[in-house]
């Protein structure tokens, strides 16, 4: 197991933000992670978990403990069933269920980040989310001191959230496994409105694996969530900010304000939620409190690709960003009374 000391975190991030740890190991088998936490554990050391970085904001001090990278590598297809460890790079995971014929993923290409990391925040984009195709979760128990299996339902899943997300200090995921589609070569129905538009189907229908995986790379590259070194668009943790779900006063509350401040042939978009509740979107809400694409003057700006990216310029510090994601939630709340809540997990810092 790698040891480094005094070790930079900003580069293991996709914001490429925050000081260095005092101590920083990096695991390569399920049981030196096991190992590494149990030491931590044992000597009351804060511990700080790294995938791919891609859902860190990282104060600008650092991390006074032990930080460590989990780089397990394995990838086991048996039929339809797949089992990851948690190192595993997720845009990999992706291309390789593809290539096998296999659905239920294939519109979470592009997304950056690890394996063990998709149960946590229960990833999803573009009509997928993973809890629909996990079907348990290996992981290490902190409070048990034992390596446990959870059941899909004992996850307790729910919009970019979980069990493991609820209770941050207890679970440290070491493997994700799976239940595909093998559906002939063919996706899961498109269930994205945009996705079927550019793929030219209905929603609902089915298209060549391949060509799903593809769209959906087009759709995320063009709004800057695909990462490339070179452009400081894809300098972020992609969506910043989760979409507010609403109880039916709140919405109603909320669609009042938007008839007050847009004008009355304005309607704020809204998605079923659940009994009661409506989904709106936190990219329309920016965008209309006046955070466009681009927004902002200093190192940490809104990407140019989409309102939902915060980004780095290249130069920013930790506090630059937080300033930047401080003033929309701020400028959102005076102009529509909808609170936006982060995405991304900070670290030493709070918005």
Not at 28 to 49: G, K, M
Not at 57 to 81: C, E, P, Q, S, Y
Not at 228 to 257: C, K, Q, V
Not at 294 to 299: A, E, R, S
Request: charged share 20%; with cysteine; glycine share 12%.
């Amino acid at each position: 197991m790698q040891e480094l000391h005094d070790a930079p975190l900003a580069p293991l991030t996709t914001f490429r933000l925050g000081g260095p740890a005092t101590r920083l190991l990096t695991a390569t088998t399920d049981a030196e992670v096991i190992d590494a936490v149990r030491e931590a554990d044992d000597s009351a050391t804060p511990l700080l978990l790294i995938g791919g970085g891609s859902n860190l904001v990282i104060g600008d001090k650092g991390f006074d403990g032990t930080a460590l990278v989990i780089a397990t590598k394995g990838f086991a297809l048996d039929g339809t069933r797949l089992e990851l460890a948690a190192g595993e790079v997720w845009t990999d995971v992706v291309a390789r269920t593809v290539e096998a014929g296999l659905a239920g993923v294939e519109c979470l290409a592009g997304i950056p980040g690890s394996a063990g990391a998709t149960p946590v925040q229960n990833v999803g984009a573009y009509g997928q989310e993973v809890s629909s195709t996990i079907t348990e979760v290996v992981a290490y128990d902190r409070t048990t001191r034992e390596t446990v299996t959870l059941t899909n339902e004992q996850c307790a899943f729910s919009y970019r959230h979980s069990r493991f997300k609820a209770d941050p200090a207890r679970y440290v995921v070491l493997r994700v496994r799976f239940a595909l589609e093998d559906a002939g070569g063919l996706s899961g129905p498109v269930k994205y409105a945009e996705t079927a538009r550019v793929l030219g189907v209905a929603p609902g229908d089915r298209v060549p694996l391949a060509a799903a995986r593809e769209t959906v790379l087009k759709l995320r590259a063009g709004k800057g969530m695909v990462l490339d070194p070179e452009d400081h668009d894809t300098w972020s943790a992609g969506s910043f900010f989760t979409n507010p779900i609403l109880t039916d006063e709140e919405f109603g509350a909320f669609r009042a304000r938007v008839r007050e401040q847009c004008g009355d042939g304005v309607e704020p978009p809204a998605y079923p939620a659940g009994a009661g509740r409506t989904k709106t979107s936190a990219a329309w809400l920016i965008d209309r409190a006046g955070f466009t694409k681009g927004y902002g003057t200093g190192p940490a700006r809104i990407s140019t690709k989409h309102t939902l990216a915060l980004t780095n310029r290249g130069t920013a510090t930790t506090e630059d960003l937080l300033a930047l994601a401080r003033e929309v939630v701020t400028g959102v709340r005076e102009v529509f009374g909808v609170t936006l809540v982060n995405e991304p997990v900070t670290v030493g810092v709070d918005l």
